[in-house]
């Protein structure tokens, strides 16, 4: 297959191209670097198959080869990023999957869209299945990330009732591993930099709130089948395995032999009390699940990080 996957260059565009290279495929990855970095994608021309153009989605794209996928992965998705880029974030959910779509229209490719579990908000259901229509604040300070992915969804379904696009929607739970940007503000990254650097590990209200952490690699494989199923209603793609922030602060801290303090802050507006996915439909449609527990996807991350604050303080002493 030729696809083209936007946001190629982020943390998990870029794990996820590498997926479709390693099976044979040919990646056209498009990314603007807003959020993405080089770093991420540089290595991807060594497997073959791989090109990269820079190119904002906002902006329509046009591509002269035969397409079988378009997969748009390209949004800040972080709440340091989507906070800071309210106006991008919810460009890039409307007329970046607007242009996305029309690509795979006129290419008569498969879609896939990468949505979230943001789009629960702060749930009443618990844990979270597909057919839960979500609690979110569409005013409030997440409502940008929140409500630019629902609407994602619900243009990716017209597309699919009104064209007859052949698509597919993804719903991403907390994933983690290597290529996160040590400041891009979620709480495994936060944790892990600051457990390295000996710096109070901060924790949002009492830390009891719960979240469930995937590993990259076991994202990256649901994501993979997802694509390559006959699924179009949306499907939850992440670790059912529930932990609370705190529970996480002390895996970071034994795992890294760190003796951080533990810094407690104002729990942010709207901040979900829990979330955990219901992966009923994607064990049995995909006979996936996930396979790295959150220590050992811990063991396997930090040395990624260790490398990148290294690399961190010595272009600071060089400068």
């Known amino acids: 297959m030729r696809i083209v996957l936007t946001g190629a260059a982020g943390f998990l565009g870029s794990h996820l191209a590498e997926r479709f290279l390693e099976d044979g495929h040919e990646v056209i990855g498009v990314d603007n670097f807003i959020t993405g970095s080089r770093d991420n994608s540089e290595h991807l021309a060594g497997l073959g198959g791989f090109s990269l153009i820079e190119h904002d989605i906002t902006n329509p794209l046009f591509i002269d080869d035969d397409i079988d ?13 989507y906070l800071e880029l309210p106006i991008q974030t919810l460009k890039v959910g409307s007329l970046g999957t607007h242009n996305a779509l029309g690509l795979a229209m006129a290419k008569g490719a498969r879609f896939l869209i990468a949505s979230t579990s943001e789009v629960y908000g702060d749930p009443l259901v618990h844990p979270q299945p597909e057919t839960y229509w979500g609690n979110v604040n569409p005013i ?4 940008v990330y929140d ?7 619900a243009m990716t379904m017209a597309y699919h009732r009104y064209h007859g696009v052949d698509t ?13 940007r040590p400041g891009d503000g979620r709480v495994v990254s936060n944790f892990i930099v600051q457990a390295l650097r000996g710096d109070p590990l901060t924790i949002y209200g009492d830390g009891s709130q719960t979240r469930s952490f995937c590993f990259v690699k076991d994202e990256v494989e649901g994501i993979y089948r997802l694509f390559n199923s006959d699924r179009v209603e949306p499907t939850n793609i992440g670790n059912p395995h529930e932990f609370t922030v705190r529970e996480l602060a002390d895996v970071v801290l034994e795992e890294t032999g760190s003796d951080s303090a533990i810094a407690s802050l104002p729990l942010p507006p709207d901040d979900p009390k ?18 790295v ?4 996807g811990i063991r ?5 990080f260790r490398g990148e604050l290294e690399r961190h303080d010595a272009r600071a002493r060089n400068i």
Do not use: C
């Not at 409500?147 to 969804?153: D, G, H, I, L």
């Open 140 to 143: 409030g300070l997440r409502g």
């Open 293 to 296: 527990g959150l220590r050992e």
């Open 168 to 180: 597919r929607i993804l719903r991403i739970f907390n994933t983690y591993g290597p290529r996160m």
């Open 69 to 81: 996928g378009v997969l748009h992965f390209a949004s800040p998705a972080s709440p340091v990023d």
């Open 300 to 304: 396997r991350t930090l040395p990624y």
């Open 274 to 291: 829990v979330r955990q996915p219901d992966i009923t439909v994607a064990r049995d449609l995909l006979g996936w699940e996930p396979q």
């Open 147 to 153: 409500e630019a992915k629902r609407f994602a969804e």
